[in-house]
């Protein structure tokens, strides 16, 4: 499985910007995909994904701001990312991932850099 993230580039703060992840290979399902970010100098931390019923999860930090969603035709998932704030300035990763499956693939990161 291969994941290529890409829509990242500096946005000012309150703008927007969206995300693409496709995915290649023996794949499964998109309700195992989801969004990381890792901020320079921490761990990278969830931010969104599906669960395995197709319905969504949030991080409190992105809720009511960033919207996930799916295209299975395109085999690809998308993070629409509003009201950009200068602490979202982070790398942005897709990953799939599910013990089922054994399975655990990460795309290279995107950078999202929100600055004035």
């Known amino acids: 499985v291969q994941l290529q993230a890409s829509g990242g580039g500096l946005v000012q703060p309150g703008g927007s910007l969206n995300l693409s992840c496709t995915a290649s290979g023996n794949f499964v399902s998109l309700n195992y995909m989801s969004w990381f970010r890792r901020i320079p100098g921490n761990s990278r931390q969830l931010v969104a994904k599906f669960t395995n019923t197709g319905n969504t999860y949030y991080a409190e930090f992105v809720k009511d701001r960033f919207t996930i969603s799916q295209d299975n035709a395109k085999k690809a998932i998308y993070l629409q990312m509003d009201s950009l704030k200068p602490e979202d300035t982070a790398v942005y990763y897709c990953?799939?991932?599910?013990?089922?499956?054994?399975?655990?693939?990460w795309g290279k990161g995107t950078l999202v850099t929100v600055s004035s």
């Open positions: 990953r799939v991932a599910s013990v089922e499956y054994g399975m655990d693939y």
